[in-house]
């Protein structure tokens, strides 16, 4: 039933429990005995039943010693249970907490390229519902495969103790139950593969149009959107009454089967009974009553453990796209001894750098320069010419594919990353703000800064007073991604940042694109400041920025085709003059 | 939850024949025990012999057969309606989630609302179908077996009625305690899909931050919160078993001490002592059958009460009356004040401006000084607190909303594209767009470039968030989408800031020549996007600080004067 590679997952996984080995042979043994509890009381019924014969024919004596008995075993089984079922939890709960933290951490390590090219609708579901669905399996799994499957032994084993001529009656019927469970398992195997398909569609669709309402409801697209939506759902409705039905049949097959299990023991256990010398056995009605529950139960376990199978199927695969992420090859290590970059001057040296992000179409191409400590180096060119590449390369969210980058003439493959980071102050165009307070995304470069650093930084880069006009000043809680902030002030947030922290080299990504420019005007200065003895790396389109830069490196198409300051490029009359002089026609 | 029921009212047959049916299969099932009884004390004890058996073995079977037959007609029924059910449920949540504004959407989070679409709806459902199938057949079995225990004997019945009481306080304690517990575990859950999808949004800034290891913190403490809850309630949830087990088992020691006294002075016979256990075991089968019902009906309810949450919300936006106001303008704000909430400062305040039909409004400010809450104004995307908004004399909140913004064309701050062609893309203002028209609008935009460039040209695909197309090039489609649409009142939000100055201003030159004469409003943090407009309105902290064109402007409105400076003095010289 299984393929070889939901063995490996399965292999997995079970590694995965190594750590909760004690709790595993707790569950195993709790199951045991509960198992055996519950095959045994029948049998003291069956007993107790024998000394019922007939009127003044009742052995009381007998009978009240077993019920003491019986009940005795009722409680350890009750209790042996209830400890299996929270132990279970236990095992369960951790190891989908150990999965969560592990693709979470995997996260925080993957390559940019490989966030950057999938959705995150998709990376959420996988961390998020489908380590749900593995949970629920794996507690499925747990709390009824063992006691399913002792059942069942345990159940066969007694039954050939009681009455092996019965016992063999149910051996020989017992594999119909199961082909037939096995049988529409494997038919609805498909049919939920395609559910699971539409429901992927419906999220999809889901989350870009809510995710995007503004523009929905600005458009007055809602009732397109419902009928798309109603196309999807219908298709979704048909295909999950679909697996739904078909998989709600092994309940009902199994019945009938075990009905006619059931008539079989009845039939064959009562011939027995009107012709005690056909076979040498010695039976009892009472010994046909314990016989009769087990067949009761007997198919219980099979269809729970039909059950377990169709959700550990599922639950394997949940698990195999969560261990896909996990598997993903992280950002490459930091090399041994990597250097420790401890306030360095700011040179940055690019030295035939060559890059691309897919290998057939080229991007940067033997790109050579230096910046200077303290220089302003301005970015300019059209959209969609590599001003982000370079911010990629300089970061290392990006490793270039030939020649180097160094800073302070070390190469930046043999800086740790997380020192060659905390040296840059980054503000980017997409401004990004974690749910959190104020003051939490202030100081989220230096956790340990007081209070009145945290209200510099703030007046330094003009926040400070929108700040105080929010409802809670520097303690308001920011929603996911910035809430009702306005564009601008989620901008000026960010670079009060770096303001805060004041690292020895810059990257300003269209920092200011969406802050008036009376206000910027004002941070410029703030700015200015700042930038004296860093190295400063500004994409900008506005031109007074770009003027005051030492070196302007003009980009298009993913190469440097000009570099030199304003005057000089001006001069020279390239690409740059016109840009600069049809930006300022009019 | 109860209230939700009103979804299965289409699949009320369906709804009424799968519990019915469950009956039937329970009913059959009844008799089983009185079969085997009736084995017992004539075919074994009574000496019928075995041809008795048979027969009896033969009832049995199609007993099992008619049971079938019910049960996959039942199972048909309830997936059916089931089914049917959230197919309903997700279509009004859509339509609702639709109608939510922007405040609405801010405060509920859009990865809670797609949660709640997705998993909350799907347990819905698989609850909906449990319920039909046994919540029906569960307590008939209980009761059936109690009603054929009473008539074996009266003795024993009491003893299975009284069982069956101490169950159900059991069993209803046990569900009382757990659904709040249950929605506490899923309100975990939203916390820990808020940090997942955040640290994907905003990986660059926390590695550039060195945040990981903080992050990792948190998620840890999040995940924390959720194992613990999930453990606690589960630790609850999880006595429902041992209970039920322990409680029935009990039940059978007595039903069978009661039957051996009653064997014992001859009231019974040993078959029916059999007959009294099998029903306590049919109980006891059923019981645990429905004590897990119960774990999802309980987990279906904290569900559906977190989609009640989003079909109870109220539309946000208030109403008015038609009255037509005699108005030479086209478009004017009367003492327009505006705040977020209760306690905030107001956002706009006493705004009051009229617009002619066709004129080109700049609107300039600085961050945060109410230029978009004004834009949100035209289309009642908010609702003022005092004054009012009028176009053609009519306040907007008295034109029913798709009729108002029917007029707009917008081009949003941030330029979002959705999954599917350009075409598809750009026939969002005008469904029935020809080519023709969608090409005039995309050389208007200055994104004929854009087109040419793609291999496809209109057809070419979209993806996800228009993750394909670089930030100009968006803005450029989303700027043709609004013009598509040959818009009464076009709005252009800030919206230019990813243009270069010069296809900004080619863009301006296409906009005068428009044939229809839209209204135009133009928000902008640089002049020179606005400086040619009729009338520019200059904000700063919520006031109107100066109306008037450029010239006047630079004349009499000293914060206009010093934006046009900043940007001027330094920029040209």
């Known amino acids: 039933m299984a393929k070889p590679s939901q063995i490996k997952i399965l292999k997995r996984i079970l590694k995965q429990l190594k750590g909760y080995r004690l709790l595993l042979v707790a569950s195993i043994l709790l199951a045991l005995i509960s198992v055996a509890g519950s095959l045994i009381v029948p049998i003291f019924f069956g007993q107790i039943i024998d000394l019922i014969i007939g009127k003044g024919n009742v052995g009381f004596d007998l009978i009240i010693y077993k019920v003491f008995f019986i009940a005795s075993v009722i409680a350890i089984t009750a209790i042996c249970q209830w400890l299996m079922n929270v132990i279970n939890n236990a095992i369960t709960y951790n190891v989908v907490k150990d999965v969560r933290e592990e693709a979470f951490k995997k996260i925080q390590k993957l390559p940019l390229s490989y966030l950057d090219t999938k959705s995150t609708g998709d990376i959420v579901s996988r961390s998020v519902s489908d380590v749900d669905q593995f949970a629920d399996g794996l507690l499925m799994g747990f709390t009824q495969l063992f006691s399913g499957v002792l059942t069942i032994i345990g159940t066969l084993v007694l039954m050939l103790v009681l009455n092996w001529i019965i016992a063999l009656v149910v051996v020989v019927l017992t594999p119909i139950s199961l082909f037939v469970a096995k049988f529409i398992a494997t038919k609805t195997h498909a049919l939920f593969k395609k559910t699971a398909k539409i429901r992927g569609e419906q999220t999809a669709f889901v989350d870009e149009m809510i995710g995007n309402l503004k523009v929905v409801q600005a458009f007055g697209h809602e009732d397109e959107n419902v009928d798309r939506f109603n196309e999807i759902n219908e298709r979704y409705t048909k295909a999950s009454l679909n697996s739904i039905f078909f998989s709600s049949l092994v309940n009902p097959s199994t019945r009938f089967v075990n009905a006619i299990v059931y008539a079989a023991v009845a039939l064959s256990g009562a011939i027995t009974l009107i012709y005690p010398n056909l076979l040498p056995i010695a039976f009892s009605v009472g010994g046909l009553s314990t016989l009769l529950s087990y067949a009761n139960q007997y198919t219980k376990p099979f269809n729970e453990i039909s059950g377990v199978v169709t959700e550990l199927q599922n639950a394997i695969a949940c698990a195999g796209r969560i261990y896909e992420i996990i598997d993903e090859p992280s950002e490459s290590c930091d090399r041994e001894n990597a250097l420790t970059l401890i306030n360095p001057e700011g040179e940055v040296e690019f030295n035939s750098v060559y890059f691309s992000y897919v290998s057939d179409k080229k991007l940067i191409e033997n790109f050579n320069f230096k910046a200077k400590k303290g220089q302003r180096i301005a970015i300019v060119g059209p959209t969609g010419c590599g001003k982000t590449t370079l911010i990629n390369l300089l970061m290392r969210f990006y490793d270039v594919n030939e020649g180097k980058i160094c800073v302070d003439g070390n190469n930046i493959n043999e800086i740790t990353r997380k020192s060659l980071r905390s040296n840059y102050g980054m503000v980017l165009q997409d401004t990004w703000l974690k749910s959190g307070t104020v003051k939490e995304n202030i100081a989220m470069g230096n956790p340990n800064a007081t209070d009145e650093e945290i209200i510099a930084a703030a007046k330094a880069a003009h926040s400070h007073k929108f700040i105080m006009q929010m409802a809670n000043g520097y303690d308001t809680f920011i929603s996911e991604d910035g809430g009702n902030l306005s564009q601008g002030q989620k901008q000026l947030l960010c670079i009060t940042r770096i303001m805060l922290t004041l690292p020895p080299m810059l990257i300003l990504d269209e920092a200011t694109s969406s802050i008036d420019t009376r206000t910027e005007q004002r941070i410029q200065r703030a700015f200015a400041k700042m930038m004296k003895g860093r190295t400063s790396f500004i994409v900008a389109h506005r031109l007074s920025t770009i003027k005051e830069a030492d070196v302007i490196l003009v980009m298009k198409d993913g190469n440097v085709i000009e570099q030199g300051n304003h005057d000089e490029l001006i001069k020279k009359g390239g690409f740059y003059c016109n840009l600069y002089n049809s930006q300022f026609a009019h | ?573």
Not at chain 2, 6 to 26: C, G, H, N, S, V
Not at chain 2, 57 to 80: D, H, T
Not at chain 2, 148 to 153: D, Q
Not at chain 2, 378 to 393: A, K, M, P, Q, S
């Open chain 2, 1 to 573: 939850m109860m209230s939700l029921f009103k979804y299965l009212k289409a699949y009320k047959l369906q709804a009424i024949l799968a519990p019915l049916f469950k009956l039937l299969e329970a009913v059959f099932e009844l008799f089983v025990p009185l079969v085997v009884a009736s084995i017992i004390d004539d075919g074994i004890n009574g000496g019928q012999g075995v041809s008795y058996v048979i027969w009896a073995c033969v009832v049995l079977i199609v007993l099992g057969i008619i049971g079938l037959i019910s049960a996959v007609s039942a199972q048909y029924f309830a997936a059916k309606a089931a089914v049917g059910f959230s197919k309903e449920l997700r279509r009004d949540l859509f339509n609702k989630i639709q109608t939510f504004s922007y405040s609405q959407i801010d405060e509920m989070g859009t990865s809670s609302l797609i949660t709640r679409m997705n998993s909350d709806v799907n347990q819905i459902q698989s609850g909906v179908n449990l319920i039909l199938r046994l919540l029906m057949r569960s307590p008939f079995i209980v009761f059936g077996a109690m009603i054929m225990a009473f008539v074996v004997n009266v003795t024993a019945g009491s003893v299975i009625a009284i069982t069956i009481a101490i169950l159900s306080v059991v069993v209803f304690t046990i569900m009382i305690t757990t659904i709040p517990l249950y929605k506490k575990v899923q309100n975990n859950l939203d916390n820990v899909t808020l940090s997942t999808r955040e640290n994907l949004n905003g990986v660059r800034v926390i590695r550039a931050f060195c945040q990981e290891e903080q992050e990792i913190k948190n998620y840890e403490n999040r995940v924390d919160n959720l194992t613990k809850s999930q453990k606690f309630v589960g630790g609850i949830s999880s006595l429902m078993n041992p209970l039920t087990y322990a409680i029935i088992n009990v039940a059978i020691i007595v039903l069978i001490y009661v039957g051996a006294i009653k064997v014992d002075v001859g009231v019974l016979k040993q078959g029916e002592v059999i007959a009294l256990y099998n029903y306590a075991s049919q109980i006891l089968v059923e019981l645990i059958k429905f004590a897990n019902l119960i774990i999802i009906i309980n987990k279906s309810f904290a569900c559906g009460g977190r989609l009640k949450e989003i079909l109870d919300t109220k539309p946000s936006l208030k109403s008015g009356d038609y009255v037509k106001n005699i108005t030479h303008d086209y478009i004017n704000f009367n003492d327009v004040s505006v705040k977020y909430s209760e306690t905030a400062d107001f956002a706009l305040s006493n705004v009051t401006f009229s617009v002619k039909k066709g004129e080109t409004v700049g609107i300039i400010g600085g961050t945060g000084s109410g230029k978009t809450t004004l834009i949100n104004l035209l289309g009642h995307f908010y609702d003022v607190n005092l004054g009012e908004v009028l176009i053609d004399g009519v306040n907007v909140n008295a034109i029913g909303d798709e009729i108002l913004r029917e007029k707009f064309g917008i081009v949003p701050q941030k330029a979002v594209l959705f999954k599917g062609t350009i075409r598809d893309n750009l026939k969002w203002g005008k469904a029935d767009a020809t080519d023709e028209e969608i090409m005039s609008a995309v050389k208007i935009a200055q994104a004929e470039d854009v087109i040419k460039n793609k291999t496809n040209g209109l057809d070419e695909m979209v993806e996800e968030g228009g993750k394909n197309f670089s930030g100009g090039q968006k803005q450029r489609l989303t700027i043709a989408r609004a013009l598509v649409k040959k818009p009464e009142i076009l709005i252009f939000d800030d919206s230019a800031s990813a243009l270069d100055y010069a296809t900004d201003a080619n863009l301006r030159i296409a906009l005068k020549d428009l044939s229809y004469n839209p209204t135009v409003f133009i928000v902008s943090q640089r002049t020179s996007s606005i400086m040619h407009a009729d009338k520019i309105i200059v904000l700063n902290e919520g006031h109107v600080v100066g109306i008037g064109n450029h010239s006047e402007l630079l004349n009499n409105c000293e914060i206009y004067k010093e934006i046009y400076n900043s940007q001027f003095e330094t920029g040209v010289a």
